[in-house]
């Protein structure tokens, strides 16, 4: 693809977000990575919708392995009594002894977290480095989210935070990354999921994070 080509295709797309049903708020990224590519990603969607979760994953998934990244689904590599039931830190770190093994070394990790109005969401957003520093604690902290069926019914805005973990032993900082979308439209699932799915690509190509494009220098264009 040449590079007016490039520009073109960036210019729609920052078009395609600005009428999207999904807004990216907020990001926080480790400021002593300027890049990160994986060999293996595992996608989690952490919800008790097993319809909305089939489709989140699927669709990112799908939308990853578009841009060259391997990865898969949480739904395919669980065993489907996984989310029955709380883990303990110790499963979990069993967990990801397994994820290394089969050559996993990243997670993305997502969860909706519902809010009633845009001030409870600038509160969550203060607090978005805060929290947790790995997949494990993060997981371990959220997991009710898969028991809580009425979660989400009485909001009509989802907040969504999507996390990406490198799963390293010989580092102590595993979070890589963290966004905050808001979902205007969550009646619409597969437009919502969608609609999230493009918002999250954009904003991790322009991190560098997973997904690595050539740059676009003035040399390089031919006018």
Known sequence: MNTLNKLFLTII?????????????????????????????????????????????????????????????????????????????????TMEGKLLEAGFDAILLSKVLAVEDRVTVVQAYRNMDKDFRNFKDDYYKNQDIYYEDDYYEEYEIYHVETSLYCICPD?????????????????????????????????????KLLIIEEEITDENIDL
């Open 13 to 93: 797309t920052i078009i395609l977000i600005s009428c999207s049903s999904s807004e990216l708020i907020e990001v926080w990224k480790n400021p002593d990575i300027e890049s990160f590519e994986a060999n293996k990603v595992l996608v989690i969607g952490m919800t008790s919708d097993i319809d909305g979760r089939k489709v989140f994953e699927k669709k990112l998934t799908a939308a990853l392995k578009k841009n060259g990244v391997t990865s898969e689904k949480s739904l395919d590599f669980f065993e489907k009594s996984f989310t029955d039931s709380p883990k303990t830190e110790e499963d979990l770190m």
């Open 171 to 207: 580092k102590e900082r595993e979070l890589i990354w963290k966004g905050s979308i808001d979902i205007t439209e969550p009646e619409n699932v597969k437009k919502a999921v969608g609609d999230y799915v493009k918002v999250l690509i954009w904003a991790l190509k322009g991190q």
